[in-house]
């Protein structure tokens, strides 16, 4: 067992080696605001929440391996407050209304933005149209929502060896696409059982035939905070009905 340690916001985390801020963070009980990162998968440091101090110079803790005796800032002003920009960014760029989400009260981005406290968008909505693929018999993608985590891509390709969604394009023009020969799901080998049906942060996979089973007011955040309860996308966390 290492003995290595480093300090987040006056806490002493001890870590082994080639684990990540983050992961020695989480495994020591210390949230970091995040979106694309999963336990389960290679960090990609897209979504740039997970935004720390080390030693007075910014890093993303999903990708920045711990260091012995370091300092991390993680609840300072500054940070949060670049949090806060970035998640208003996110809300304006997709369609996120949430009062009429299915995802409501487990929603990632809803509950890091409360968190944060990014209680209303400061950005002129984009409003962007983004068509709907009803195409699966399982399952309905809804491209609104799509904030571009990588998680679905990096879960297909990982735990479900099919490589079936990919992110096409550059900037604004970047979106989601589906490695079939129409470009639908349904014409695809995805299964409601995947990784990648259940590892989006927000409301992009939605199974068809049901929806607000466990009614909004009573789901994992509308209970308890994201600090507490971690991320809805990992297994671990799928605690609506306890």
């Given at each position: 067992m290492s003995n290595s340690r480093f300090v987040i916001d006056g806490k002493d985390i001890p870590f082994r080696p080639g684990q990540t801020i983050m992961d020695a963070a989480m495994a020591a009980g210390v949230y970091i605001p995040h979106l694309c990162h999963n336990p389960d998968y290679a960090s990609t440091g897209n979504c740039r929440l997970c935004?720390?101090?080390?030693?007075?110079?910014?890093?993303?803790?999903?990708?920045?391996?711990?260091?012995?005796?370091?300092?991390?800032?993680?609840?300072?002003?500054e940070i949060n407050q670049q949090r806060k920009t970035l998640l208003q960014m996110l809300f304006v760029e997709g369609n996120h209304q949430c009062p009429g989400c299915e995802k409501s009260g487990r929603c990632q981005l809803q509950a890091v933005a409360y968190y944060v406290g990014m209680l209303s968008p400061y950005f002129t909505h984009f409003y962007p149209r983004r068509?709907?693929?009803?195409?699966?018999?399982?399952?309905?993608?809804d491209f609104n929502r799509c904030i571009l985590c990588g998680l679905c891509v990096r879960a297909s390709h990982s735990a479900d060896k099919k490589n079936i969604f990919a992110i096409s394009g550059r900037g604004m023009d970047s979106r989601?696409?589906?490695?079939?020969?129409?470009?639908?799901?349904?014409?695809?080998?995805?299964?409601?059982?995947?990784?990648?049906a259940s590892v989006?942060?927000?409301?992009v996979f939605l199974p068809k035939h049901k929806g607000y089973e466990v009614p909004i007011g009573q789901r994992l955040y509308d209970r308890e905070p994201i600090a507490q309860v971690?991320?809805?996308?990992?297994p671990n966390h799928q605690r609506d009905k306890k």
């Open positions: 935004l720390v101090k080390l030693n007075g110079r910014y890093v993303s803790a999903c990708t920045q391996p711990a260091i012995a005796d370091s300092q991390v800032d993680n609840q300072i002003d068509e709907l693929d009803a195409s699966h018999p399982e399952m309905v993608l989601l696409v589906i490695n079939s020969t129409s470009g639908k799901l349904g014409d695809s080998n995805f299964s409601a059982h995947d990784a990648a989006c942060p927000v409301g971690g991320d809805v996308a990992h």
